[in-house]
């Protein structure tokens, strides 16, 4: 098609009327042919442009934080006489529901620290409103915390004892995990 047009617009003019006619109703065919498609891809541009989606992902990285401290009762009990006192404030941060899981190295017992004395002084722990005993591990399910998370108060139970004097000791790990 281009290649008549270009023909038509730069061939030589010629004297013969018939020939010229059959040249200009060419240029106008082709003319008209350009100016369609011209109007047809105008038209298919307008109308792809009038709506398009974005599709949008993110994510947020899990959080799961514990921490703990100790409060000066922790290491000045007096085991000769019966306790209820605050040990620890345990701190939790999570994004997602989580639990936090106790053990202690000694089944929940404070031990002599001279192993050939076999003394040692039971106690139970309390925590988020429950009293339990650390002879196994000891589980709380909680939910996620805010983006400040939660302190929550640890407590030591004791009964006097009358054991062997000297030093008694054990060590609670505090676990957290996901649900």
């Given at each position: 098609?281009?290649?008549?047009?270009?023909?038509?617009l730069?061939?030589k003019?010629?004297?013969?009327?018939?020939?010229?006619?059959?040249?200009?109703?060419?240029?106008?065919?082709?003319?008209?042919?350009?100016?369609?498609?011209?109007?047809?891809?105008?038209?298919?541009?307008?109308?792809?442009?009038?709506?398009?989606?974005?599709?949008?992902?993110?994510?947020?990285?899990?959080?799961?934080?514990?921490?703990?401290?100790?409060?000066?009762?922790?290491?000045?009990?007096?085991?000769?006489?019966?306790?209820?006192?605050?040990?620890?404030?345990?701190?939790?941060?999570?994004?997602?529901?989580?639990?936090?899981?106790?053990?202690?190295?000694?089944l929940?017992?404070?031990?002599?620290?001279?192993?050939?004395?076999?003394?040692?002084?039971?106690?139970?722990?309390?925590?988020?409103?429950?009293?339990?005993?650390?002879?196994?591990?000891?589980?709380?399910?909680?939910?996620?915390?805010d983006?400040?998370?939660?302190?929550?108060?640890?407590?030591?139970?004791?009964?006097?004892?009358?054991?062997?004097?000297?030093?008694?000791?054990?060590?609670?790990?505090?676990?957290i995990?996901?649900?």
């Amino acid at each position: 098609m281009w290649h008549k047009l270009c023909t038509l617009l730069f061939h030589k003019p010629t004297n013969n009327i018939e020939q010229e006619s059959g040249k200009m109703k060419t240029l106008i065919k082709a003319s008209a042919s350009i100016i369609t498609v011209a109007a047809t891809l105008v038209a298919g541009a307008a109308q792809a442009a009038t709506t398009a989606t974005l599709g949008l992902q993110g994510s947020i990285s899990t959080v799961l934080e514990v921490t703990s401290a100790a409060l000066p009762a922790a290491t000045a009990l007096d085991l000769s006489v019966n306790n209820d006192v605050a040990v620890a404030d345990i701190f939790s941060k999570a994004n997602v529901n989580y639990k936090l899981t106790f053990e202690s190295a000694n089944l929940g017992q404070l031990k002599h620290e001279d192993d050939s004395k076999t003394d040692a002084v039971s106690y139970n722990l309390q925590f988020n409103g429950s009293t339990f005993a650390l002879d196994s591990a000891a589980t709380f399910n909680l939910n996620k915390t805010d983006v400040s998370g939660e302190t929550r108060s640890l407590r030591i139970n004791t009964n006097a004892s009358f054991g062997y004097a000297g030093n008694y000791t054990d060590t609670v790990t505090v676990t957290i995990a996901v649900l």
